[in-house]
T-cell receptor, first 113, second 113 residues
Framework: GESVGLHLPTLSVQEGDNSIINCAYS??????FIWYKQESGKGPQFIID?????DKRQGQRVTVLLNKTVKHLSLQIAATQPGDSAVYFC????????????FGSGTRLLVRP | GAGVSQSPSNKVTEKGKDVELRCDPI?????LYWYRQSLGQGLEFLIY????????KSGLPSDRFSAERTGGSVSTLTIQRTQQEDSAVYLC???????????FGPGTRLLVL
């Protein structure tokens, strides 16, 4: 079946450095992508989304890049802070009649002080 | 404003018992989703409600699982004759419509002994 996956299960960065979390998706028909942050014991928190008619979108300290040619999605976090430590999930909507999201397995981001 | 709320936050039950999990979506949101998250895993879609349309039940893992949404607002996910493999975090999300941002609740942590 279709799936969304992540290249790195754990990413450790120094506080103040930039972080890049990558995600590969397999459904070329997907037209909507989202990044969520999940802290321990909490539900996923929306970070940023992007639609397939764009290749880049910026938020506060975060940027999402979409490369449809290679079906790759990335989340860049600038000046990573200890509060950014969490598990990050990418998710895609496969552009079918259901609006369900298909989630990747997640990447744990650890920020070293 | 108030986000998505879920109750109970934690539920411990014995194998074979029925459980009911409740979700209160964000006021005015017409779409409601249930997902399941097993330990250390990504989210797995269960069911989707949109307005008065027939729900998309394609993610329900067995006929022991059912859900309803009364009055287009509150939803209840019912698991009959619970099994140990049903142990997981059950997450509810709502959105203002199809392919709009899904906002998640804190989840219900279900443990089947």
């Amino acid at each position: 079946g279709e799936s969304v996956g992540l290249h790195l299960p754990t990413l450790s960065v120094q506080e103040g450095d930039n972080s890049i979390i990558n995600c590969a998706y397999s459904n070329s028909a997907s037209d909507y992508f989202i990044w969520y942050k999940q802290e321990s014991g909490k539900g996923p928190q929306f970070i940023i989304d992007i639609r397939s008619n764009m290749d880049k979108r910026q938020g506060q300290r975060v940027t999402v890049l979409l490369n449809k040619t290679v079906k790759h999605l990335s989340l860049q976090i600038a000046a990573t802070q200890p509060g950014d430590s969490a598990v990050y999930f990418c998710a895609e909507n496969p552009n079918d009649s259901s609006y369900k999201l298909i989630f990747g397995s997640g990447t744990r981001l650890l920020v070293r002080p | 404003g108030a986000g998505v709320s879920q109750s109970p936050s934690n539920k411990v039950t014995e194998k074979g018992k029925d459980v009911e999990l409740r979700c209160d979506p964000i006021s005015g949101h017409t779409a409601l989703y249930w997902y399941r998250q097993s330990l250390g895993q990504g989210l797995e879609f269960l069911i989707y409600f949109q307005g008065n349309s027939a729900p998309d039940k394609s993610g329900l893992p067995s006929d022991r699982f059912s859900a309803e949404r009364t009055g287009g607002s509150v939803s209840t996910l019912t698991i009959q004759r619970t099994q140990q493999e049903d142990s997981a975090v059950y997450l509810c999300a709502s959105s203002s419509g199809g392919k709009e941002t899904q906002y998640f609740g804190p989840g219900t942590r279900l443990l089947v002994l």
